[in-house]
């Protein structure tokens, strides 16, 4: 196409958007007080639809993009009508990502800005079914994974942008306490019993929905917000602690791990040492000494600790690659109970990962793929489990890892 081809189609394009039929109606409706009735918000919606997919097709991207966002936040903020407006706020997210728009901060704080519009909206909204309410959270999560993969795919961020992880991992975690999403207490007792022992366990959807808001808070570097909601789960029972356990661990202490090994692989050893040093200083009741020697004594019938085992991979991780045999020892004499936590196929991916950044221990080249796939977003799939028990117990080692957690010499 010429230059002046290209010019009268963007001046033919810009006068009739000044005159668009849709785009004043959409408008209007806008600012009418009957936005709030269900009829008026479709006609919205499907007008708001119409000017995006208008937009686009003439090649005026950035209008396309300012009317999904636009219209979406009136009609969470005017009308509250949530499924309506999620409709809109997906077809916002694909028009990002098709258009290849960039990951500004401008877009990360509208994000936040929907994101805190549809909690508000939903929380107002006292006569929607328990069910509808599940499913609009579900939706939301699902909007914010895929603003949080378009800001990877067209941001500057490594993994993401790090409000976009924020504003997903308070997303999980609200999920995790909303008896909408997760059942109530009865509710998963009465689905607990009524399973068939031959029938395979469900996930339990609130420590995976915490797990994942770890995850992200760990990604978005929001390592003061993994401690208050640490803070907040109880300790330990004697059942957790008790050498091989059969029961998953404290969520305390696994959500505690799954952070660790999340900021170690993607390579902060920073926040790694931020957060372990806080769990410490601000949760642990348990002495370092009484753990440690918990550590070594495998006759006392406890597992041991996670924080323990945290904090000296973290002082192994500091250390150079020829410390390879103690963090494979470390790891191995650990499987046990990673392998009791959920989701050990996705912690299996973060140690392998460990291994190959600070150890130069690559793994087998039909793993390769998969891992790299895994990490690229710190999403789900299957890697296969931990496996084996605990290893035998090497002294020296053990002792290794001790000076190793203390700062000593390699």
């Known amino acids: 196409m010429s230059a002046a081809a290209a010019r009268r189609r963007k001046q033919r394009a810009a006068k009739s958007g000044n005159a668009d039929p849709i785009q004043v109606r959409l408008d209007a409706l ?17 007008l708001a639809q119409s000017a995006v997919r208008r937009n686009v097709k003439i090649g005026n991207f950035a209008q396309a993009t300012e009317v999904a966002y636009t219209s979406s936040l009136t009609l969470l903020t005017k009308s509250g009508r949530v499924s309506v407006s999620s409709q809109l706020m997906m077809g916002l997210v694909q028009v ?34 328990p069910a509808e309410r599940g499913r609009l959270q579900r939706l939301h999560q699902q909007f914010l994974i895929k ?35 997760i059942g109530s207490e009865a509710d998963r007792q009465n689905a607990a019993a009524s399973q068939d022992d031959d029938e395979e366990e469900e996930e339990d959807l609130e420590v995976e929905l915490r797990y994942d808001a770890v995850t992200h808070y760990a990604l978005a570097e929001k390592v003061s917000t993994i401690i208050d909601k640490l803070k907040s789960l109880p300790a330990p029972t004697d059942e957790e602690m008790k050498m091989g356990h ?53 006759a006392d019938g406890k597992a041991p600790s996670h924080v323990m085992f945290v904090s000296m991979l973290l002082r192994i991780c500091e250390k150079d690659v020829k410390t390879a045999p103690l963090f494979t020892w470390l790891v191995r004499n650990f499987g046990a109970e990673l392998g009791t936590m959920h989701q050990s196929s996705i912690i299996k991916s973060y140690t392998t990962k460990i291994g190959r950044v600070y150890f130069d221990i690559q793994p087998p080249p039909s793993m390769m793929g998969m891992m790299e796939q895994m990490m ?7 890697m296969g489990g ?25």
């Open 246 to 298: 059969e029961c998953p661990p404290a969520q305390r202490d696994a959500l505690l791990t799954r952070a660790v090994l999340v900021l170690l692989a993607i390579e902060n050893l920073r926040d790694a040492t931020k957060l372990v040093s806080s769990f410490w200083k601000d949760i642990e009741t348990r002495s370092e000494d009484e753990l440690k020697k918990s550590y070594l004594d495998k």
């Open 147 to 181: 603003g949080l993969k378009w800001s990877n795919d067209l941001g500057d961020t490594r993994h993401g942008a790090l409000g976009m992880h924020c504003v997903l991992a308070d997303h999980c975690w609200s999920m995790s306490c909303d008896e909408a999403v």
């Open 30 to 46: 806008l600012k009418d007080p009957t936005l709030k009735e269900e009829a008026v918000a479709y006609e919205a919606l499907q």
């Open 386 to 410: 931990m496996g084996g028990g605990m290893g035998g117990m090497n002294p020296q080692m053990m002792q290794a890892a001790m000076q190793a957690m203390q700062g000593g010499g390699m």
């Open 376 to 382: 690229g977003m710190m999403g789900g799939g299957g």
């Open 96 to 129: 990002l990502s098709e258009t290849h728009t960039a990951c500004s901060q401008k877009w990360v704080d509208r994000f936040a800005e929907l994101d805190a519009a549809y909690r508000v909206a939903l929380e107002e909204d006292t006569t929607m079914d």
